[in-house]
Protein backbone atom coordinates (compact mmCIF):
# COMPACT_ATOMS: atom_id res chain seq x y z
CA UNK A 1 0.00 0.00 0.00
CA UNK A 2 1.41 3.62 -1.05
CA UNK A 3 2.10 6.31 1.52
CA UNK A 4 -0.76 8.25 0.94
CA UNK A 5 -3.36 5.53 1.39
CA UNK A 6 -1.38 3.93 4.90
CA UNK A 7 -1.82 7.44 6.31
CA UNK A 8 -5.27 7.64 4.88
CA UNK A 9 -6.00 3.94 6.47
CA UNK A 10 -4.02 5.63 9.67
CA UNK A 11 -6.76 8.47 10.03
CA UNK A 12 -9.33 6.38 9.39
CA UNK A 13 -8.72 3.65 12.34
CA UNK A 14 -8.43 7.35 14.55
CA UNK A 15 -11.42 8.49 13.47
CA UNK A 16 -13.43 5.39 14.09
CA UNK A 17 -11.62 4.60 17.19
CA UNK A 18 -13.87 3.39 20.45
CA UNK A 19 -10.74 4.31 22.87
CA UNK A 20 -10.79 7.50 21.40
CA UNK A 21 -14.41 8.17 21.14
CA UNK A 22 -14.58 6.94 25.04
CA UNK A 23 -11.56 9.14 26.16
CA UNK A 24 -13.60 12.37 24.15
CA UNK A 25 -16.85 11.38 25.93
CA UNK A 26 -14.86 11.53 29.47
CA UNK A 27 -13.58 14.83 28.79
CA UNK A 28 -17.01 16.26 28.07
CA UNK A 29 -18.99 15.12 30.89
CA UNK A 30 -15.99 16.52 33.31
CA UNK A 31 -16.33 19.71 31.43
CA UNK A 32 -19.94 19.62 31.73
CA UNK A 33 -19.37 18.34 35.89
CA UNK A 34 -17.03 21.72 36.24
CA UNK A 35 -19.83 24.16 34.09
CA UNK A 36 -22.67 22.78 36.64
CA UNK A 37 -23.80 19.52 35.34
CA UNK A 38 -26.15 20.81 32.99
CA UNK A 39 -26.36 18.36 29.75
CA UNK A 40 -26.77 20.97 26.30
CA UNK A 41 -28.24 19.64 22.72
CA UNK A 42 -28.24 21.49 20.28
CA UNK A 43 -30.77 20.95 17.24
CA UNK A 44 -29.97 22.45 13.76
CA UNK A 45 -33.50 23.52 12.29
CA UNK A 46 -34.04 24.28 8.99
CA UNK A 47 -37.95 25.04 8.17
CA UNK A 48 -38.07 23.75 4.88
CA UNK A 49 -36.27 20.65 5.40
CA UNK A 50 -38.62 17.93 5.53
CA UNK A 51 -36.32 15.60 7.71
CA UNK A 52 -35.96 18.82 10.15
CA UNK A 53 -40.10 19.12 10.46
CA UNK A 54 -39.95 15.78 11.48
CA UNK A 55 -37.28 16.06 13.89
CA UNK A 56 -39.10 19.46 15.25
CA UNK A 57 -42.08 16.80 16.22
CA UNK A 58 -39.92 15.04 18.86
CA UNK A 59 -38.21 18.26 20.47
CA UNK A 60 -40.69 18.07 23.37
CA UNK A 61 -40.74 14.64 24.29
CA UNK A 62 -37.10 14.53 24.07
CA UNK A 63 -37.17 17.31 26.56
CA UNK A 64 -39.32 15.82 28.89
CA UNK A 65 -37.65 12.10 28.48
CA UNK A 66 -34.40 13.73 29.52
CA UNK A 67 -32.84 16.07 32.09
CA UNK A 68 -31.21 18.02 29.16
CA UNK A 69 -30.89 21.82 28.11
CA UNK A 70 -32.33 21.69 24.31
CA UNK A 71 -30.97 25.20 22.24
CA UNK A 72 -32.76 25.19 19.02
CA UNK A 73 -30.82 26.93 15.98
CA UNK A 74 -32.49 27.81 12.76
CA UNK A 75 -30.13 27.35 10.23
CA UNK A 76 -30.48 27.56 6.06
CA UNK A 77 -30.12 24.87 3.69
CA UNK A 78 -26.74 23.26 2.58
CA UNK A 79 -24.45 24.35 0.30
CA UNK A 80 -24.64 22.75 -3.29
CA UNK A 81 -21.24 21.11 -2.66
CA UNK A 82 -23.02 19.23 0.10
CA UNK A 83 -25.97 18.59 -1.97
CA UNK A 84 -25.25 17.51 -5.26
CA UNK A 85 -28.50 16.56 -6.38
CA UNK A 86 -30.85 19.11 -4.67
CA UNK A 87 -34.19 18.93 -6.66
CA UNK A 88 -34.16 14.82 -6.45
CA UNK A 89 -33.05 14.89 -2.89
CA UNK A 90 -36.17 17.27 -2.48
CA UNK A 91 -38.67 15.52 -3.86
CA UNK A 92 -37.23 12.26 -1.81
CA UNK A 93 -37.12 13.80 1.18
CA UNK A 94 -41.11 15.18 0.82
CA UNK A 95 -41.68 10.98 0.13
CA UNK A 96 -39.34 9.62 2.67
CA UNK A 97 -40.51 11.71 5.55
CA UNK A 98 -44.17 10.50 4.28
CA UNK A 99 -43.26 7.09 5.25
CA UNK A 100 -41.26 7.99 8.03
CA UNK A 101 -43.66 9.58 9.69
CA UNK A 102 -46.24 7.01 9.19
CA UNK A 103 -43.84 4.68 10.93
CA UNK A 104 -42.96 6.81 14.29
CA UNK A 105 -46.93 8.18 14.13
CA UNK A 106 -45.79 11.83 13.65
CA UNK A 107 -48.24 14.28 11.49
CA UNK A 108 -47.24 14.58 7.69
CA UNK A 109 -47.35 17.26 6.29
CA UNK A 110 -46.79 18.92 9.59
CA UNK A 111 -50.11 21.38 10.91
CA UNK A 112 -49.75 24.13 12.26
CA UNK A 113 -49.76 22.92 15.85
CA UNK A 114 -46.15 21.23 14.88
CA UNK A 115 -44.67 24.19 14.07
CA UNK A 116 -41.41 24.99 15.86
CA UNK A 117 -42.02 27.70 18.15
CA UNK A 118 -44.79 25.45 19.91
CA UNK A 119 -41.73 23.22 21.11
CA UNK A 120 -39.69 23.91 24.10
CA UNK A 121 -37.07 26.12 23.21
CA UNK A 122 -38.41 29.29 21.57
CA UNK A 123 -36.82 30.28 18.15
CA UNK A 124 -37.87 32.11 14.74
CA UNK A 125 -39.08 30.17 12.35
CA UNK A 126 -36.84 31.02 9.32
CA UNK A 127 -33.00 31.46 9.55
CA UNK A 128 -31.68 34.74 7.25
CA UNK A 129 -29.40 34.48 5.08
CA UNK A 130 -25.73 33.62 6.86
CA UNK A 131 -27.63 33.20 10.14
CA UNK A 132 -25.82 32.47 13.71
CA UNK A 133 -27.00 29.19 13.20
CA UNK A 134 -25.17 28.62 10.17
CA UNK A 135 -21.95 29.49 11.82
CA UNK A 136 -22.31 27.72 14.58
CA UNK A 137 -22.72 24.45 12.70
CA UNK A 138 -20.35 24.92 10.17
CA UNK A 139 -18.34 25.84 13.34
CA UNK A 140 -18.89 22.28 15.31
CA UNK A 141 -18.55 20.72 12.38
CA UNK A 142 -21.56 20.00 10.15
CA UNK A 143 -23.38 20.81 6.91
CA UNK A 144 -27.13 20.05 7.42
CA UNK A 145 -30.60 20.82 8.81
CA UNK A 146 -32.89 18.28 11.30
CA UNK A 147 -29.24 17.28 13.16
CA UNK A 148 -28.59 16.90 17.00
CA UNK A 149 -25.20 18.03 18.38
CA UNK A 150 -24.35 16.71 22.26
CA UNK A 151 -20.65 17.35 23.15
CA UNK A 152 -18.64 16.28 20.33
CA UNK A 153 -21.04 14.28 18.63
CA UNK A 154 -23.62 14.73 15.52
CA UNK A 155 -26.66 13.08 15.26
CA UNK A 156 -28.77 13.69 12.05
CA UNK A 157 -32.56 13.25 12.04
CA UNK A 158 -34.47 10.89 13.44
CA UNK A 159 -33.08 8.25 11.75
CA UNK A 160 -29.97 8.26 14.28
CA UNK A 161 -31.83 9.47 17.42
CA UNK A 162 -31.64 6.68 18.57
CA UNK A 163 -28.15 6.72 19.23
CA UNK A 164 -28.28 9.93 20.95
CA UNK A 165 -31.12 8.83 23.46
CA UNK A 166 -28.66 6.06 24.27
CA UNK A 167 -26.04 7.71 24.80
CA UNK A 168 -27.79 10.34 27.45
CA UNK A 169 -29.38 6.93 28.72
CA UNK A 170 -25.51 5.80 29.12
CA UNK A 171 -24.79 9.35 31.23
CA UNK A 172 -27.48 8.89 33.70
CA UNK A 173 -29.65 12.04 32.10
CA UNK A 174 -32.95 9.81 31.03
CA UNK A 175 -36.03 10.38 33.76
CA UNK A 176 -37.41 7.61 32.99
CA UNK A 177 -35.22 4.75 32.12
CA UNK A 178 -37.99 1.79 31.97
CA UNK A 179 -40.21 3.99 28.99
CA UNK A 180 -39.20 3.39 25.47
CA UNK A 181 -37.09 5.30 23.29
CA UNK A 182 -38.41 8.18 21.55
CA UNK A 183 -37.16 7.68 18.60
CA UNK A 184 -36.60 3.78 17.85
CA UNK A 185 -34.61 2.26 15.26
CA UNK A 186 -36.55 1.07 12.24
CA UNK A 187 -34.91 -2.58 10.59
CA UNK A 188 -36.33 -5.46 9.35
CA UNK A 189 -38.30 -8.33 10.43
CA UNK A 190 -38.09 -11.29 8.36
CA UNK A 191 -41.12 -13.52 9.80
CA UNK A 192 -41.96 -16.30 8.70
CA UNK A 193 -42.63 -16.38 4.93
CA UNK A 194 -45.61 -18.78 3.70
CA UNK A 195 -44.87 -21.39 0.97
CA UNK A 196 -46.10 -21.12 -2.61
CA UNK A 197 -45.15 -17.16 -2.91
CA UNK A 198 -44.23 -15.35 -6.36
CA UNK A 199 -40.73 -14.61 -6.74
CA UNK A 200 -39.74 -10.68 -6.95
CA UNK A 201 -37.01 -8.68 -8.71
CA UNK A 202 -35.42 -6.56 -6.33
CA UNK A 203 -32.42 -4.17 -7.84
CA UNK A 204 -29.93 -3.12 -5.63
CA UNK A 205 -27.96 0.09 -6.98
CA UNK A 206 -24.38 -0.09 -5.31
CA UNK A 207 -21.14 1.46 -5.59
CA UNK A 208 -17.75 0.08 -4.39
CA UNK A 209 -16.66 3.56 -2.26
CA UNK A 210 -20.40 3.49 -0.13
CA UNK A 211 -20.04 2.82 3.58
CA UNK A 212 -23.61 2.72 3.77
CA UNK A 213 -23.71 0.04 0.42
CA UNK A 214 -21.20 -2.16 2.79
CA UNK A 215 -23.55 -1.77 5.95
CA UNK A 216 -26.49 -2.67 3.45
CA UNK A 217 -24.97 -5.76 1.36
CA UNK A 218 -25.31 -8.85 3.98
CA UNK A 219 -28.84 -7.48 4.75
CA UNK A 220 -29.75 -7.46 1.02
CA UNK A 221 -28.59 -10.67 0.44
CA UNK A 222 -30.50 -12.23 3.55
CA UNK A 223 -33.72 -10.19 2.68
CA UNK A 224 -33.79 -11.47 -1.11
CA UNK A 225 -33.23 -14.94 0.23
CA UNK A 226 -35.97 -15.23 3.01
CA UNK A 227 -38.43 -14.21 0.81
CA UNK A 228 -37.54 -15.54 -2.15
CA UNK A 229 -36.32 -12.61 -4.60
CA UNK A 230 -34.24 -12.07 -7.67
CA UNK A 231 -31.42 -10.02 -6.42
CA UNK A 232 -29.77 -7.93 -9.24
CA UNK A 233 -26.74 -6.24 -8.78
CA UNK A 234 -26.98 -2.32 -10.40
CA UNK A 235 -23.36 -1.12 -9.84
CA UNK A 236 -22.47 2.89 -10.48
CA UNK A 237 -19.07 4.21 -9.92
CA UNK A 238 -18.90 6.13 -6.60
CA UNK A 239 -20.15 9.98 -6.43
CA UNK A 240 -16.96 11.57 -6.67
CA UNK A 241 -15.88 9.38 -9.99
CA UNK A 242 -18.82 10.65 -11.10
CA UNK A 243 -18.14 14.53 -10.52
CA UNK A 244 -20.09 14.67 -7.63
CA UNK A 245 -18.52 16.46 -4.57
CA UNK A 246 -17.96 14.63 -1.43
CA UNK A 247 -17.09 18.03 1.12
CA UNK A 248 -14.50 16.80 3.82
CA UNK A 249 -17.11 17.66 6.53
CA UNK A 250 -19.59 15.34 4.99
CA UNK A 251 -16.83 12.77 4.83
CA UNK A 252 -15.82 12.60 8.05
CA UNK A 253 -19.77 12.68 9.23
CA UNK A 254 -20.58 9.29 6.99
CA UNK A 255 -17.37 7.96 8.18
CA UNK A 256 -18.34 8.36 11.91
CA UNK A 257 -22.08 7.46 11.44
CA UNK A 258 -21.34 4.84 9.07
CA UNK A 259 -18.93 3.37 12.66
CA UNK A 260 -21.64 3.49 15.16
CA UNK A 261 -24.18 1.73 12.65
CA UNK A 262 -21.86 -1.15 11.52
CA UNK A 263 -21.12 -1.64 15.32
CA UNK A 264 -24.70 -1.70 15.71
CA UNK A 265 -25.36 -4.36 13.36
CA UNK A 266 -22.21 -6.33 14.66
CA UNK A 267 -20.35 -5.48 11.80
CA UNK A 268 -16.25 -4.50 11.82
CA UNK A 269 -15.31 -1.33 10.32
CA UNK A 270 -12.86 1.60 10.39
CA UNK A 271 -9.63 -0.15 8.60
CA UNK A 272 -10.43 1.52 5.40
CA UNK A 273 -8.39 1.79 2.46
CA UNK A 274 -10.29 3.99 0.41
CA UNK A 275 -11.17 2.51 -3.32
CA UNK A 276 -11.70 5.25 -4.95
CA UNK A 277 -10.37 5.64 -8.47
CA UNK A 278 -8.67 2.70 -10.21
CA UNK A 279 -9.32 0.13 -7.13
CA UNK A 280 -12.99 1.00 -7.46
CA UNK A 281 -12.88 0.58 -11.37
CA UNK A 282 -10.58 -2.86 -10.90
CA UNK A 283 -13.20 -3.95 -8.24
CA UNK A 284 -16.28 -3.03 -11.01
CA UNK A 285 -14.50 -5.13 -13.28
CA UNK A 286 -14.20 -8.17 -11.84
CA UNK A 287 -18.25 -7.47 -10.31
CA UNK A 288 -19.08 -7.02 -13.44
CA UNK A 289 -17.44 -10.82 -14.80
CA UNK A 290 -18.60 -12.09 -11.31
CA UNK A 291 -22.25 -11.26 -11.48
CA UNK A 292 -22.06 -13.02 -15.03
CA UNK A 293 -20.79 -16.55 -13.44
CA UNK A 294 -23.22 -16.38 -10.31
CA UNK A 295 -20.61 -15.27 -7.93
CA UNK A 296 -21.34 -11.12 -7.99
CA UNK A 297 -22.92 -11.24 -4.22
CA UNK A 298 -20.36 -12.84 -2.89
CA UNK A 299 -17.22 -10.66 -4.30
CA UNK A 300 -19.58 -7.48 -3.73
CA UNK A 301 -19.58 -8.64 -0.56
CA UNK A 302 -16.13 -9.90 0.34
CA UNK A 303 -14.50 -6.44 -1.62
CA UNK A 304 -16.33 -4.15 0.39
CA UNK A 305 -15.32 -6.12 3.81
CA UNK A 306 -12.16 -5.83 2.31
CA UNK A 307 -11.53 -1.63 1.61
CA UNK A 308 -13.70 -0.93 4.55
CA UNK A 309 -13.13 -3.36 7.46
CA UNK A 310 -9.77 -5.40 6.30
CA UNK A 311 -7.52 -2.54 4.66
CA UNK A 312 -7.01 -4.51 1.46
CA UNK A 313 -5.75 -2.48 -1.12
CA UNK A 314 -7.39 -3.11 -3.72
CA UNK A 315 -5.20 -1.18 -6.58
CA UNK A 316 -2.91 -3.69 -6.15
CA UNK A 317 -2.80 -7.06 -7.81
CA UNK A 318 -2.13 -8.44 -4.75
CA UNK A 319 -4.95 -7.71 -3.26
CA UNK A 320 -7.90 -7.27 -5.77
CA UNK A 321 -6.84 -11.33 -5.70
CA UNK A 322 -7.14 -11.69 -2.12
CA UNK A 323 -10.73 -10.11 -2.42
CA UNK A 324 -11.38 -12.04 -5.71
CA UNK A 325 -10.32 -15.38 -3.56
CA UNK A 326 -12.76 -15.02 -0.99
CA UNK A 327 -15.77 -15.12 -3.51
CA UNK A 328 -14.58 -18.48 -5.17
CA UNK A 329 -12.58 -16.27 -7.70
CA UNK A 330 -9.13 -17.10 -9.22
CA UNK A 331 -6.35 -15.24 -10.77
CA UNK A 332 -6.97 -16.05 -13.85
CA UNK A 333 -10.54 -15.05 -13.75
CA UNK A 334 -9.23 -11.88 -12.05
CA UNK A 335 -6.60 -11.25 -15.26
CA UNK A 336 -9.49 -12.17 -17.37
CA UNK A 337 -11.97 -9.42 -15.68
CA UNK A 338 -9.59 -6.40 -15.74
CA UNK A 339 -8.80 -7.31 -19.79
CA UNK A 340 -12.78 -6.26 -19.86
CA UNK A 341 -14.10 -2.56 -20.43
CA UNK A 342 -17.65 -3.62 -20.91
CA UNK A 343 -18.35 -3.00 -17.25
CA UNK A 344 -18.26 0.90 -18.11
CA UNK A 345 -21.05 0.91 -20.27
CA UNK A 346 -23.27 -1.16 -18.38
CA UNK A 347 -22.29 1.32 -15.20
CA UNK A 348 -23.64 4.33 -16.93
CA UNK A 349 -26.70 2.34 -18.10
CA UNK A 350 -27.34 1.78 -14.10
CA UNK A 351 -26.50 5.46 -13.50
CA UNK A 352 -29.40 6.33 -15.94
CA UNK A 353 -31.51 4.06 -14.49
CA UNK A 354 -31.06 5.48 -11.03
CA UNK A 355 -31.62 8.69 -12.22
CA UNK A 356 -34.88 7.46 -13.58
CA UNK A 357 -35.91 6.59 -11.21
CA UNK A 358 -35.67 10.07 -8.74
CA UNK A 359 -32.69 8.70 -7.25
CA UNK A 360 -28.82 9.53 -7.52
CA UNK A 361 -27.31 8.16 -4.39
CA UNK A 362 -26.56 4.59 -2.86
CA UNK A 363 -27.26 2.01 -1.42
CA UNK A 364 -30.78 2.17 -3.49
CA UNK A 365 -33.36 -0.51 -4.33
CA UNK A 366 -36.43 -1.33 -6.27
CA UNK A 367 -38.87 -3.72 -5.61
CA UNK A 368 -40.41 -4.74 -8.75
CA UNK A 369 -42.73 -1.51 -9.90
CA UNK A 370 -42.51 -0.48 -6.50
CA UNK A 371 -41.06 3.53 -5.96
CA UNK A 372 -37.61 3.10 -5.52
CA UNK A 373 -35.81 3.50 -1.83
CA UNK A 374 -32.41 5.19 -0.59
CA UNK A 375 -30.11 4.26 1.72
CA UNK A 376 -29.31 1.06 3.98
CA UNK A 377 -31.43 2.54 7.22
CA UNK A 378 -34.68 2.29 4.39
CA UNK A 379 -34.36 -2.11 4.07
CA UNK A 380 -37.73 -1.61 6.85
CA UNK A 381 -39.59 0.02 3.01
CA UNK A 382 -37.68 -2.41 1.20
CA UNK A 383 -39.23 -5.59 3.40
CA UNK A 384 -42.56 -3.80 3.06
CA UNK A 385 -42.31 -4.08 -0.86
CA UNK A 386 -40.88 -7.52 -1.04
CA UNK A 387 -43.96 -8.55 1.24
CA UNK A 388 -46.25 -7.22 -1.19
CA UNK A 389 -44.74 -8.57 -4.23
CA UNK A 390 -44.72 -11.56 -3.11
CA UNK A 391 -48.12 -11.34 -1.67
CA UNK A 392 -47.24 -12.33 2.02
CA UNK A 393 -49.89 -10.91 3.80
CA UNK A 394 -48.20 -8.18 5.85
CA UNK A 395 -48.20 -4.56 4.06
CA UNK A 396 -48.16 -2.87 0.66
CA UNK A 397 -45.55 -0.55 -1.50
CA UNK A 398 -45.19 2.30 0.02
CA UNK A 399 -45.94 5.03 -2.13
CA UNK A 400 -46.33 8.96 -1.87
CA UNK A 401 -49.25 10.35 -0.63
CA UNK A 402 -51.44 12.19 -2.86
CA UNK A 403 -50.22 15.80 -3.21
CA UNK A 404 -46.83 15.12 -2.19
Not at 62 to 89: F, G, M
Request: aromatic share 8%; with cysteine.
Amino acid sequence: MGLKATIGSAFARALTSDALRDARRRRAERKRFRQGGMARVHFFHDPDDPYSQLAAQLLQPLAARYRITLDTHPVTAPADAAVPDRPRLRDWARRDAAQRAARLGLAWPPSPSHALNHTPTHAPNHASAASPGDALRARLGHYLGGTFFFEGEWYWGVDRLHFLEERLRAAGLCRAPGEPLVAPVAEVACPPVPAGLRHPDLHFFLSFRSPYTYLAVPRVRRLAAHYGARLHLRFVLPMVMRGLPVPRNKRLYIVRDAKREADRLGMRFGNIADPVGRPAERGLAVLHRAIAAGKGEPFAESFLQGVFADGIDAGSRRGLQQIAARAGLDAAFVMSALADESWRAVAEANRHELLSLGLWGVPSFRVDDCPAQWGQDRLWVVERDLQAATGHPADHCVTSPAGD
